[in-house]
């Protein structure tokens, strides 16, 4: 590697978008945490501070770091940073790992030149594979020594690390939303035992009311014991022992027991509470304890449906629009249709007045590209499938048709047919102002009745 530090210190540059920054840092202390010799540091642009140039600081910080770890864990096409950090690595011929979740390659593809760049998917062999060669070699930072070899000979160890960032990652890759649905169980393991069930006597020694709820029980235990078992609570529930996500479930914890990698669980559940959410189960954590018996860590992570997965960017996007739709009220069509319009009929407007007309229409068309009513793809999934889309799409493209006619309108200064084209502007403006305004209330609406139950 060029530019050889004259020290064993290791440095990891972490490149990722800003609404990563949580599970990044989380990656990072998880890293850390197995830094046997202490010469082990991180960069993320986080850590910056606020005045500094922080372009000029991010070009240090990858000139003296040993290689670059970058996290693509959703669809978001606007990647420049983090493309031009790689890139930046990618000249000093330095490691560039791209941990990628396997469903957005299609949408995120990197460009040619980056043949250089290993991608890492989002799986546990995989994780795995990375976290050994991470610890145990030097294939990362050439002519160092290696951080911790004791660990990379540790299956179960990695393994455990490899499901932290996965379940880390998944989570945010699939919009999920976690609230504290947990269930810890504990049993007798032996090797010989059936691995096609959790076992009947497997005891429920950690949970809550919330947990229990969605199972549709209390959380008393039943007539004559002092806890739930594992059985007891399906049985009380009506859910069958070989159920789909039960199987997976089974089949995971037997993997982790066994201290094998195990695969993520994809099938789900329907609550049986008065909700009917759905839960994906994710196992969060096992350890062996004194005579055999393992304790397994059991997550239930709710999945909302898009209106409620995708509530702060669809917002972003409805206030983005609106802010939009509001200047072009303004500043087109009050300013020109009810003030300038009239005088014009009086005093003939000059060649100027047209083009300020036509100057100021065709910026807010060129900023609304993306945001309001210039992509249609930006908007179309936050109305529902039905009148209300449907409702949508004819504004949308009684807006793209109006374009047209209101710039050749202008361009042939006939002041009746600007007049009547702005006329018809505004009528499509103001219907999607109120379309997009009564979105947003159902939007806030949703919100509070989701979380309702959680803020008493």
């Known amino acids: 590697m060029d530019n050889q530090k004259n020290n064993e210190n290791i440095k990891v540059f972490i490149s990722c978008k800003s609404n990563h920054y949580d599970i990044a840092e989380k990656i990072i202390n998880k ?27 991010i070009e240090n910080e990858i000139q003296n770091s040993d290689f670059l770890l970058m996290l693509l864990l959703d669809k978001d096409k606007d990647l420049d940073w983090c493309l031009r950090e790689a890139y930046m690595m990618n000249i000093l011929k330095r490691p560039v790992i791209c941990l990628q979740a396997e469903d957005n390659e299609q949408h995120t593809e990197l460009p040619e030149d980056f043949k250089e760049i290993q991608k890492l998917k989002l799986e546990i062999k995989d994780l795995t594979a990375f976290l050994k060669d991470f610890y145990g070699t ?27 960032i996965y379940n880390w990652c998944v989570i945010r890759e699939k919009e999920h939303h976690k609230f504290g649905r947990n269930i810890t169980l504990r049993f007798k393991y032996s090797k010989n035992m059936d691995t096609s069930k959790i076992p009947d006597d497997a005891e429920i020694i950690e949970t809550d009311r919330f947990s229990f709820r969605i199972f549709g029980v209390r959380p008393t235990p039943p007539a004559g014991k002092n806890h739930w078992l594992w059985s007891d609570l399906l049985e009380k529930a009506g859910i ?11 089949k995971s914890i037997f993997k982790a027991c066994e201290k094998k990698t195990h695969d993520p669980i994809q099938a789900t559940f329907v609550s049986l509470d008065s909700t009917g959410r759905t839960y994906l189960p994710v196992l969060e954590r096992h350890r062996s304890i004194s005579n055999g018996e393992m304790e397994i860590s059991i997550i239930f992570v709710e999945l909302f449906h898009r209106e409620i997965d ?120 103001n219907e999607y102002l109120i379309l997009a305004t009564k979105k947003m209330l159902d939007t806030f609406e949703k919100i509070f009745n989701e979380e309702k139950e959680y803020l008493v």
């Open 240 to 250: 069958s022992p070989y159920s789909p996500w039960i199987s997976q479930l089974t």
């Open 138 to 164: 030097n294939k990362y930072y050439p002519g160092k020594k290696a951080i911790n070899l004791k660990l990379s000979n540790n299956e179960n160890e990695t393994v455990e690390i490899a499901n932290s």
């Open 31 to 57: 890293l850390d945490a197995y830094d046997a010799a202490d010469n082990l540091s991180f960069f993320l642009a986080r850590k910056i501070e606020k005045g500094k140039k922080w372009k000029e600081q």
């Open 310 to 429: 995708n509530i702060p960017e669809d917002l972003k996007k409805l206030g983005e629009s609106m802010n939009i739709a509001k200047k072009l009220r303004w500043e087109v069509l009050v300013d020109y249709l009810d003030k300038r319009l009239p005088a014009w009929q009086v005093n003939i407007p000059s060649e100027n007045d047209f083009s300020e007309l036509q100057n100021e229409y065709l910026s807010i068309v060129e900023e609304a590209k993306g945001v309001y009513l210039g992509d249609s793809e930006a908007l179309i999934p936050i109305f529902k499938p039905g009148e209300e889309r449907n409702q949508f799409l004819r504004i949308y493209s009684e807006m793209k048709n109006i374009q047209e006619p209101i710039i050749n309108s202008l361009k042939d200064r006939h002041i009746e047919d600007i007049r009547k084209n702005l006329e018809k502007l505004r009528q499509i403006n």
